[in-house]
């Protein structure tokens, strides 16, 4: 949670230096976070094929295989994160034009948005090793390194941004070029301990060989979790070609109720990621009633915390906003956007912490299908619907989220409770090895 809460900052950081600039940059980083994002949950998938991998193996305490599987899970990460750099330099403008952006809000935003395309490695490879340190229970190393990496973030983006101390002004694309020194730093710190034995794994070159085998398996687990990582993007680029038609304070609204909902995903995703560490451990050790205990307790805690937040959000929504920007006609309308998205809080942690704890542990096909049902079929055409027909406006947009999210809830709960994401085949594997078995 610590760790998410943290990775959450950058976009914070890049969005507080762009009020500063004006809200035409506001939008305009907005959207270009949306594009990386969906850029990034492109191969998160990965991620989480390579959690349910190293979790099993781990819990079966079969290293080897844990060490060989995060080697490969390096190298298709690093695949695909060139074919992304080419996309940003080849079609930033073109992807900034194609959600109804103005010509403001693209030369605004085209360059840093470039910059956090062509720089994809450093956040695929510093998220990778995170997660094969965190599969393999060891969750404070990634916290650290991510410490690292956003205190340089934070540090060096103003310079940056600003022309301070003896640094160049960039403007707001020397806040996405900071963003990439830090995260080239935090993967380092992950690479020191994952490479010289610091954890459970311990990562090296000699016998490397491509083994396209578990690299397609990696794949076939790891592309029904990034279909549902898309998802969430695909629907919020969606929704800024919606709202974009209402102005550009509206979306700047829009996008300040993304901020408020990166809050509430920090201990979703936390609490997802260990429930579906510890479930997939458990699985690899053939104690499947832990494996459920440990997501149904994932969900309780974070419905607890995100109710709080919300409450918090729906009585202070000034509050908030004035963190981003102070702009008279931008706060009015955002307070509205934040209180309607406040609702959602309701139902969007424990939606995270199902969709990411299940497939951890193994089951990626379900929580995408549940994603697409809700999002796609449902949450798109409803806020189209709703933003046109009526006195709804441009506040369909949140209402169309709120009702979404509600259904998914519906869909999750007696899924998880038939219990048929405990029996999906993750690995090939021998019966988990005696405890006193020692990693290497």
């Known amino acids: 949670m610590v760790q998410g809460a943290l990775t959450v900052v950058d976009q914070f950081v890049d969005f507080i230096w762009a009020g500063r600039i004006g809200a035409r940059t506001m939008a305009a980083v907005g959207i270009a976070q949306s594009y990386a994002m969906l850029a990034m949950t492109g191969r998160m998938g990965f991620d989480t094929a390579a959690r349910a991998i190293v979790a099993r193996a781990v819990g079966a305490r079969d290293y080897p295989l844990a060490n060989?599987?995060?080697?490969?899970?390096?190298?298709?990460?690093?695949?695909?994160?060139?074919s992304?750099?080419?996309?940003?330099?080849?079609?930033?403008?073109?992807?900034?034009?194609?959600?109804?952006?103005?010509?403001?809000?693209?030369?605004?935003?085209?360059?840093?948005?470039r910059v956090q395309l062509i720089g994809m490695a450093a956040g695929a490879f510093h998220a990778m090793s995170s997660a094969a340190l965190q599969a393999s229970g060891d969750p404070m190393t990634p916290m650290k390194s991510t410490m690292v990496s956003r205190l340089v973030h934070i540090c060096l983006s103003p310079c940056l941004v600003f022309g301070l101390l003896w640094f160049p002004r960039l403007g707001i694309a020397g806040a996405a070029l900071a963003n990439i020194i830090a995260l080239c730093l935090g993967a380092a710190v992950n690479f020191y301990f994952l490479f010289t034995g610091g954890s459970r794994l311990h990562l090296t070159f000699r016998g490397y060989r491509l083994d396209f085998s578990l690299i397609w398996r990696l794949v076939k687990l790891g592309a029904p979790a990034g279909v549902g990582s898309i998802q969430r993007s695909v629907n919020q680029i969606a929704f800024v070609a919606i709202v974009a038609s209402f102005g550009d304070y509206a979306l700047a609204a829009f996008y300040l109720t993304r901020r408020a909902e990166n809050i509430t995903n920090m201990s979703g995703g936390g609490f997802g990621q260990a429930g579906g560490t510890l479930a997939g451990q458990n699985l690899g050790a053939g104690k499947p009633e832990r494996a459920r205990s440990s997501i149904a307790w994932a969900v309780s805690i974070v419905a607890v915390i995100q109710g709080l937040f919300g409450i918090f959000i729906v009585i202070f929504p000034q509050g908030f906003i004035s963190i981003f920007s102070h702009d008279p006609?931008?706060?009015?309308?955002?307070?509205?956007?934040?209180?309607?998205?406040?609702?959602?809080?309701?139902?969007?942690?424990?939606?995270?912490?199902?969709?990411?704890?299940?497939?951890?542990?193994?089951?990626?096909?379900?929580?995408?299908?549940?994603?697409?049902?809700?999002?796609?079929?449902?949450?798109?055409?409803?806020?189209?619907?709703?933003?046109?027909?009526?006195?709804?406006?441009?506040?369909?947009?949140?209402?169309?989220?709120?009702?979404?999210?509600?259904?998914?809830?519906?869909?999750y709960i007696p899924y998880f409770r038939r219990g048929s994401w405990?029996?999906?085949?993750?690995?090939?594997?021998?019966?988990p090895k005696e405890a006193e078995a020692t990693a290497p």
């Open 422 to 431: 405990m029996r999906k085949r993750v690995i090939e594997q021998a019966q």
């Open 84 to 113: 992304m750099a080419l996309i940003g330099l080849l079609l930033t403008e073109t992807l900034l034009r194609l959600v109804g952006a103005s010509e403001a809000v693209v030369a605004a935003g085209a360059t840093y948005m």
């Open 68 to 82: 060989h599987a995060t080697m490969q899970a390096f190298t298709l990460s690093g695949a695909y994160s060139l």
């Open 329 to 411: 006609g931008l706060v009015g309308l955002a307070t509205t956007w934040v209180r309607i998205a406040a609702l959602q809080f309701l139902f969007l942690g424990p939606a995270i912490v199902f969709s990411t704890a299940i497939s951890t542990a193994g089951d990626t096909m379900a929580p995408m299908m549940i994603q697409v049902i809700t999002g796609w079929v449902l949450e798109i055409p409803l806020a189209i619907a709703l933003s046109r027909i009526g006195s709804l406006g441009q506040f369909g947009v949140p209402w169309a989220m709120v009702i979404a999210l509600g259904l998914r809830i519906l869909i």
